[in-house]
């Protein structure tokens, strides 16, 4: 079976920077993917790592290390916007490309 | 390109009765996913459609649930009998077979079904 693990919830300063931890067990996967959802919105693709590493994309960067099963989000520069739900979800291990979700970590962003 | 749309946005039923989702993917996408996603939990796959073959459904698929992509473009899931746990939200996704784009899903903001 495969199983993420997210803090349930994580609050930060506007202007701050917060990182958003991501441990999985899976047998096996493509890739460990980010995505953010603001309430009542449609889940909204961030990054991508298909490698170990760190992926940059303006003020969001995304890491993954699979020796260690881990992953994170790093929002830099927090603006009250953040404030929405961020999910990771590897891609599954077949031709379907179907992603499997953690149970998500909700972002507040305070003043 | 006008993102992947979903109708109707809310739904409320009573139990017993059928109801019908539609999803209008991107155009070009020939990959179309159902997720369900209940308060506090990220979306869990249902199933997916490359064109118009479905090609895999999950477990949490029973047999009052359907789906189809009649011509590769637009697609419907159904869900007969209705059962208050069917309350959730019903999210569509797509994405391209192309490069790297094929690692990314794009979402609709979802049905939200309801069932009294």
């Known amino acids: 079976g495969q199983s993420l693990e997210q803090p349930s919830e994580v609050t930060a300063v506007e202007g701050a920077i917060v990182q958003i931890n991501c441990t999985y067990q899976?047998?096996?996967?493509?890739?460990l993917s980010w995505y953010q959802q603001h309430d009542g919105g449609a889940p909204t693709f961030l990054s991508y790592?298909?490698?170990?590493g760190l992926e940059e994309t303006g003020r969001f960067s995304s890491f993954l290390s699979r020796s260690d099963s881990y992953g994170y989000l790093l929002l830099q520069e927090l603006q009250m916007k953040d404030s929405a739900s961020y999910f990771c979800a590897v891609r599954a291990m077949d031709s379907s490309y179907k992603l499997i979700f953690g149970s998500g970590t909700r972002l507040l962003v305070r003043p | 390109d006008t993102g992947v749309s979903q109708d109707p946005r809310h739904k409320i039923t009573k139990r017993g009765q059928n109801v019908t989702f539609r999803c209008d993917p991107i155009?070009?996408?020939?990959?179309l996913y159902w997720y369900r996603q209940t308060l506090g939990q990220g979306p869990e796959f249902l199933t997916y459609f490359q064109n118009e073959a479905q090609l895999e459904k999950s477990r949490l698929l029973s047999d009052r649930f359907s789906a189809e992509r009649p011509k590769g473009s637009f697609s419907t899931l159904e869900i007969q009998r209705t059962e208050q746990g069917d309350s959730a939200m019903y999210l569509c996704?797509?994405?391209?077979?192309?490069?790297?784009?094929?690692?990314?899903?794009?979402f609709g903001a979802g049905t939200r079904l309801s069932v009294l």
């Open positions: 155009s070009e996408h020939n990959r």
């Open positions: 899976t047998s096996g996967f493509y890739g």
């Open positions: 996704a797509s994405s391209s077979t192309a490069g790297v784009a094929k690692n990314i899903q794009y």
């Open positions: 790592n298909a490698l170990d």
